[in-house]
């Protein structure tokens, strides 16, 4: 069974840009969170999917958006791009909104 | 607001002692508890979990206990070994269905 795929790995872009991330969960799960992960902040959430609803939205500013498609696959979009937004951005996927998450590996995004 | 706190931020034991990690929620309608142990460079993994109808919960070595009146719950690590070396973090799904991470531990077993 496949695990959780994050794509693309790494990524640096420059200040003002804008960045798309990809995440295909486990098959058959329809849950997916978004999670932004730095040394100083822990892991802070970001949104929630499922069947292609957001149900949740952490405390991030608009720059930030996500979507999930009729296949559970999701992307999170940034836009407009700042330094302090460098960070390893996780998708975690559950069967269910009542069960633990499966993580991806992450996309580490260091902004210039 | 919400919000997970845990304790402590560092812990480093000897190999063979047991370890604690506590955690607090803010939630009183929060019901999935769930503890991620994450190795350096790797991908947080779900090591235990445990729901608001439970006190205690154990897998081998691991164990997650739940105070529901004290809005608590603990990992404990029995036997610690040096694989067990990581950052450990407790979660809190609230009444609104978000899974709300605690700040982390990190854990040492020294050998």
């Known amino acids: 069974k496949a695990g959780v795929t994050q794509t693309p790995r790494y990524l640096i872009k420059t200040r003002g840009q804008q960045v798309t991330l990809s995440c295909s969960p486990i098959?058959?799960?329809?849950?997916v969170s978004w999670y932004q992960q730095t040394p100083g902040q822990g892991l802070q959430f970001l949104f929630e999917?499922?069947?292609?609803?957001?149900?949740n939205k952490g405390n991030f500013p608009g720059r930030f958006s996500g979507r999930q498609f009729s296949n559970s696959r999701s992307e999170m979009n940034v836009s407009t791009l700042e330094l302090g937004d460098s960070a390893l951005y996780l998708c975690a996927s559950s069967a269910t909104v009542n069960y633990g998450y499966t993580f991806g590996s992450g996309t580490r995004l260091t902004v210039v | 607001g919400e919000n997970v706190e845990q304790h402590p931020s560092t812990l480093s034991v000897q190999e063979g002692d047991s370890a604690v990690i506590k955690c607090t929620y803010s939630d009183s309608a929060s019901n999935y508890f769930p503890w991620y142990k994450q190795e350096l460079g790797k991908r947080p993994q779900l090591i235990i979990d445990i729901r608001s109808n439970v006190g205690e919960k154990k897998d081998q070595r691991i164990a997650v206990t739940l105070n529901k009146t004290a809005k608590h719950f603990s990992l404990h690590i029995t036997e610690t070994q040096p694989e067990d070396s990581a950052v450990y973090f407790c979660a809190d799904k609230t009444s609104y269905d978000k899974v709300i991470f605690g700040p982390g531990t990190s854990l040492s077993v020294i050998p």
């Open positions: 098959s058959g799960h329809r849950s």
């Open positions: 999917y499922f069947s292609e609803t957001q149900r």
